[in-house]
């Protein structure tokens, strides 16, 4: 069975950091294309970060490039999203997804339950 | 960037209704559209994939057609469960983006 287990939200200040964790089994972690997607409070869904299998390319949305890190080591099937300078729009839920690359089909198939992110002082 | 939109941001409809919701694209994105179906609470369910493929194990009453920038979802028979919040998302480029999502309630 295939499963994403999101961990490390909370609250943090506004110029903080926070490193979210996904934990992935039941599947080839290492031969899937895998992203970050978050969901502020009421609103919609919005794309953060992806990161290719292997790790040599990275992808992110225009308004987290330079302060998030996308990473996954595929020897512990586990992908990270490093926060850094947090802002308060930030705040959403964060959710970990494998796109089905695999079959060339594209779509995120499989997602973790999310982990909340809340920035505030 | 490829901007998404969708049509109309709100549907109300009643159980058996043939709902029809539309997504467009800022530029052409070939088939590479994928829809999600998403409940208060809970992750995205991936429905469609590449425009027009049923998701395995999601019911034949949903449908997904277009191509190039113009893209619907069709749900052919509305149930209790189809209540919830659609969205779709271009995967043209690696930069995936969503379309803002259309909240399907009761009406």
């Known amino acids: 069975e295939v499963q994403l287990v999101e961990s490390g939200g909370g609250l943090v200040q506004p110029g903080g950091s926070l490193r979210l964790s996904c934990a992935a089994s039941g599947f080839t972690f290492s031969s899937y294309w895998m992203s970050w997607v978050r969901q502020a409070p009421g609103k919609g869904l919005e794309w953060v970060a992806n990161m290719k299998e292997d790790g040599s390319e990275k992808n992110y949305v225009d308004s987290v490039k330079g302060r998030f890190t996308i990473s996954r080591d595929n020897a512990k099937n586990s992908l990270y999203l490093q926060m850094n300078s947090l802002r308060a729009e930030d705040t959403a839920v964060y959710y970990c997804?494998?796109?089905?690359?695999?079959?060339?089909?594209?779509?995120?198939?499989?997602w973790g339950q999310g982990t909340l992110v809340t920035v505030s002082s | 960037d490829i901007q998404m939109t969708q049509s109309p941001s709100t549907l109300s409809a009643s159980v058996g209704d043939r709902v029809t919701i539309t997504c467009r694209a800022s530029q052409n994105i070939n088939s590479w559209l994928a829809w999600f179906q998403q409940k208060p609470g809970k992750a995205p369910k991936l429905l469609i994939y590449?425009?027009?493929n049923l998701k395995s194990g999601v019911p034949s009453r949903f449908s997904g057609s277009g191509s190039g920038t113009e893209f619907t979802l069709t749900i052919s028979s509305l149930q209790p469960d189809d209540f919830a919040t659609y969205y779709c998302?271009?995967?043209?480029?690696?930069?995936?983006?969503f379309g803002p999502g259309t909240k399907v309630d009761v009406k």
């Open positions: 998302q271009q995967h043209n480029t690696y930069f995936f983006t």
């Open positions: 997804a494998r796109e089905d690359s695999l079959s060339e089909n594209w779509g995120a198939d499989y």
């Open positions: 590449k425009a027009s």
